[in-house]
């Protein structure tokens, strides 16, 4: 089980989610650290207490306005930065169903979501950008969502 926090050894999850039709789902977020805007699967820290379900469900609400519709299966592990942390962070794979409208927490800057085939996934990928509709570019260099990816393509997901 998770801890929640960087003496545990466990940091947190990160939730590689697609909707019932088998579009995965990113979220537009803007990241601080970098100053740009990110496409991103939806991510965070464990509370105290908290079971790794409700973990799964408080991120996916939050972020999302979603719910789960099946059972989470977990894909894998790494770690955030191996050189300084000593922290692991949990990959799963989710489907969802959006319910409702999320509920942000006020540190975070999430613009809205996206639904992609695999098919249009590629050329975001290869080109480590997502440009919308608006022509407004998003990065697409996050190394959690990279990593969540290439754990799901080895399963065949």
């Known amino acids: 089980m998770l801890g929640g926090t960087l003496d545990s050894g466990y940091a947190g999850v990160v939730i590689a989610?697609?909707?019932?039709?088998?579009?995965?789902?990113?979220?537009?977020?803007y990241r601080n650290a970098t100053k740009v805007w990110c496409l991103e699967?939806?991510?965070?820290?464990?509370?105290?207490?908290?079971?790794l379900v409700k973990t799964l469900k408080n991120e996916l609400s939050e972020e999302m306005g979603a719910e789960i519709v099946e059972d989470p299966k977990k894909l894998g592990e790494v770690y955030p930065d191996s050189g300084v942390l000593a922290s692991?962070?949990?990959?799963?794979?989710?489907?969802?169903?959006?319910?409702?409208?999320?509920?942000?927490?006020?540190?975070?800057?999430?613009?809205e979501l996206v639904f992609m085939s695999k098919k249009d996934l590629k050329k975001v990928i290869q080109e480590q950008k997502y440009t919308d509709t608006d022509?407004?570019?998003?990065?697409?260099?996050?190394g959690f969502t990279l990593s969540a990816l290439a754990l799901l393509d080895s399963q065949g997901k």
Do not use: M, W
Request: avoid cysteine; charged fraction near 30%.
């Open 17 to 29: 989610a697609s909707s019932q039709d088998g579009r995965l789902i990113f979220l537009k977020n």
């Open 41 to 51: 699967f939806p991510r965070g820290v464990k509370d105290p207490g908290n079971s």
């Open 88 to 111: 692991v962070v949990e990959i799963f794979s989710v489907k969802v169903k959006i319910t409702g409208i999320p509920e942000h927490e006020v540190t975070e800057a999430i613009k």
């Open 135 to 142: 022509g407004k570019v998003y990065e697409f260099k996050d």
